[in-house]
């Protein structure tokens, strides 16, 4: 498991081209995390990685977008499909299990569908983590505001326009210990994203990764 803390939507985006880099035939990536997280950030990040031109948006109504890349992207957004027999109607099979790169965002909803061997990331929102994970690391991103995480996605509410995505240095940094600077602003900025791999090619990925994108948090 690795986990990085991305302090806004830049260091997301940076974060899903380092693995976009990495990715190859079949692979497939399942983006967990609630609405509003950062999964289809993370594909455009990703997407960037892979050479994928042109913008990269949520399939929501689609289901799936196709894009041609090093190896084609298929961009699944499971999140209106209701499990296996509904997923078929639209073919996700073919995708799921066919020669490019696979990032499917709400993957619960076809459960059935997944590939033992996959990655699993999942973007945690500040609110989100009061729980175990935070705690085994020590970090408590979540504790810092915790009520204020309603209008999670665009805090412009937030004031600080600086705070967020603008930061662009991730590669490393994202992980950072600049938590303190931005107390006020950078909170419902913050997504924990935790890359769990399934089977051994995700763990050597996911290695990789941790070269490439900075030893985690
Ligand atoms: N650290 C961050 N990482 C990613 N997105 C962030 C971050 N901080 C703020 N945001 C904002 O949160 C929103 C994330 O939207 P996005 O569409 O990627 O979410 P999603 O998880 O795909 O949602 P959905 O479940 O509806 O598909 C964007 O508006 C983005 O600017
Ligand atoms: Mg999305």
Known sequence: MLVYRASGPNDTRRLGEALGKLL???DVVCLDGRLGAG?????????????????????????????????PLYHIDA????????????GIEDYVYGSGAVAI????????????????VEIMMPADGDGGREDARG?????????GNESESDGESESDSEGE?????VSEGECGDESDSEDEGASDHTREIVFSP????????????????????
């Open 24 to 26: 190859g035939p079949g």
């Open 39 to 71: 999964k289809t950030v993370f594909v455009q990040g990703v997407a960037a990685g892979m050479g994928v031109r042109g913008r990269v948006t949520s399939p929501t109504f689609t289901i799936i977008h196709e894009h041609p890349g090093r190896v």
């Open 79 to 90: 999140y209106r499909l209701d499990g296996a027999p509904d997923a078929a109607t639209v």
């Open 105 to 120: 965002e709400w993957p619960e909803r076809i459960r059935e569908l997944l590939p033992e061997e996959r990655l699993d």
């Open 139 to 147: 970090h408590r991103s979540g504790g810092r505001r915790v009520g």
């Open 165 to 169: 995505g603008e930061g662009e240095d």
């Open 198 to 217: 399934r089977g051994e090619r995700f763990r050597r990925m996911v290695e990789e990764l941790r070269a490439l994108a900075g030893p985690g948090d």
